[in-house]
């Protein structure tokens, strides 16, 4: 029932293919009626929620799926292809795209790690992997309604916005794929801060040593953090994420060199050469064959 009432309250407030802000930071609803086959994309860390339709996410050949069962959450930058293959005009993709915020995730897993003033260091084993699916439970399936309620009142969204979205942020720490979440953003977060830092830094030269040393590790014990969450090496990531980061650009009218040069790639040659090993296709194949749609998330 009240999926059914989050559901209404998109379709009010989406009439047509696209995305749109909904007046609290980092929270937008879209609609897709198109199918899209997957194509390059970067996952910023996020949630997203379907209430009809599915979504497809490939990282590293594994695919995931997830629709109104369970949604998306992504806590660190990733490399994936996306789409919505399924999406028709009978069967709309209707979902809420919620951006994570660093400060107030960190604000909130240091709350629920430091119960009892003792920050609790995260368990050994393998680090939770960048990309996790979890089911929609009662509390945040309610968070999400609530938050969505605002809607009806610009004067309540923007009193009672950023509130609402804690609370939503809290369901998400304490769901299904709160222990992944909380690693990114908690204590023993070395693997999430090297991503933020590489994303940032895409258009110049990043070794692993640079990388190993900002978390203080050695080269060893960080490849092979690193490769527990999010299933590459770290030359493979860096790799993924500047030619998908350019394949997007092309597909939004970038010409070729600029592309290549926006992800710190000086030789043409040997961006086409990459570019074609992952996409099967040149770079200017791809920019007369590829269009990705402003509504994909």
Request: neutral net charge; proline residues 5%; contains cysteine.
């Amino acid at each position: 029932m009240r999926q059914e009432q989050i559901k209404q309250l998109i379709e009010t407030c989406v009439p047509e293919d696209g995305m749109f802000d909904t007046g609290v930071s980092g929270v937008r609803l879209f609609r897709v009626t198109d199918p899209v086959r997957c194509a390059p994309a970067v996952y910023e860390p996020s949630v997203i929620a379907i209430v009809t339709g599915v979504k497809e996410a490939i990282l590293d050949g594994e695919r995931y799926e997830y629709d109104s069962s369970k949604y998306m959450c992504c806590s660190m930058s990733m490399p994936v292809e996306a789409g919505t293959p399924k999406a028709s005009k009978d069967n709309p993709l209707l979902g809420v795209y919620i951006s994570l915020s660093t400060k107030v995730m960190t604000e909130l897993v240091i709350g629920i790690e430091s119960a009892g003033n003792v920050i609790r260091k995260p368990s050994g084993g393998p680090v939770p992997q960048g990309i996790a699916l979890a089911p929609w439970d009662g509390a945040f399936t309610e968070a999400l309604l609530r938050l969505l309620q605002l809607l009806e009142s610009p004067e309540d969204t923007m009193v009672l916005g950023e509130g609402r979205l804690r609370e939503l942020y809290y369901a998400i720490l304490t769901g299904g794929a709160g222990h992944s979440i909380r690693r990114a953003y908690g204590v023993g977060n070395e693997i999430a801060r090297s991503i933020e830092y590489l994303s940032s830094k895409l258009d110049q030269a990043v070794t692993i040593e640079d990388l190993a040393a900002r978390v203080g590790m050695s080269r060893a014990v960080f490849h092979r953090k690193f490769k527990q969450a999010t299933t590459m090496s770290p030359i493979q990531f860096m790799k993924s994420m500047r030619l998908n980061d350019a394949a997007m650009n092309i597909a939004n009218g970038m010409q070729v060199n600029e592309a290549a040069m926006g992800v710190g790639c000086l030789s043409s040659s040997q961006f086409s050469r990459e570019f074609k090993r992952l996409y099967g296709q040149s770079p200017k194949q791809w920019s007369q064959s590829s269009q990705l749609p402003s509504e994909m998330v």
